[in-house]
């Protein structure tokens, strides 16, 4: 999560001043960085924050399956408490009304459950999650625009084909974060999610959605496309070397040297 001009964040837990801790839990604020993310209760915040929403058959339910979670990471509490508002949220008529309430809330992690309600909606086809996914995807706060890819990476991974057809249309969006997603969503060896084998072996599967941006003027997504490049480089070394001597005939750029730099950082450019 990112630091704000408005507030800094604590470095460790026990430092968070109980005022901001407290506004946290009530979904009044959002976190202001890593730190304050992990501090989170979950149950609290929902406990306070689903009522105020006319959601509040959904408390109990998610209270009982967080609570009997062995760990009670942040990370595994988002989709078990999404899993329960994604039942709730079925039947309701102003169903949509309710999804946008949670997608434009003060809390981020309540925009974090959002993305998880709507990745895990069988009920939609992938280019409707992407859709939908859409506002989460360029939220103001760092830590919900990677919970958006983490949400469908199931989905990216179970149709990659399809996946890779999609989101190589992101890569033509005006907002980075938009054309971030597309790489950053795809990654051979993504951060704090499993893995996508076939990327892992095939990563020119994906190509298609890395050529757009060799040369992109956003370093945010100039460091996702390297960090894409560098996974692929740990099982398919000879191909992210031929990806980067390509790029460097046809795109001549301090951009793409950047990207071709920190590619290459685990291997290296010769054999």
Sequence with gaps: MPDTPKRKGAVRISEIPTAILKQLNTGAIESVNLTEWLAVDQRALLMNVLPALNL?????????????????????????????????????????????????????????????????????????KLMQLRPIATDQNSGVREIAWMAVRTDLEAQLAHAVTLLTEWTKEQDANLRRFASEATRPRGVWCKHIETLKQNPEIAYPILAPLKSDESKYVRDSVANWLNDASKSQPDWVREVCALWTEESPTQETQAIIKRALRTIGSEK
């Excluded at 999404?82 to 925009?111: F, G, M, W």
Aim: hydrophobic content about 50%; charged content about 20%; aromatic content about 4%.
């Design 56 to 128: 509040a058959e959904a408390v109990a339910p998610a209270f009982a399956q967080v609570s009997a979670l062995k760990k009670r990471t942040q990370m595994q509490c988002l989709p078990v408490i999404a899993a329960v508002l994604l039942e709730t949220l079925k039947p309701q008529k102003n169903r949509n009304k309710l999804l946008a309430a949670l997608i434009a809330h003060p809390s981020d992690t309540v925009r974090c459950w959002a993305a998880y309600v709507i990745g895990l909606d069988d009920t939609l086809s992938l280019e409707e």
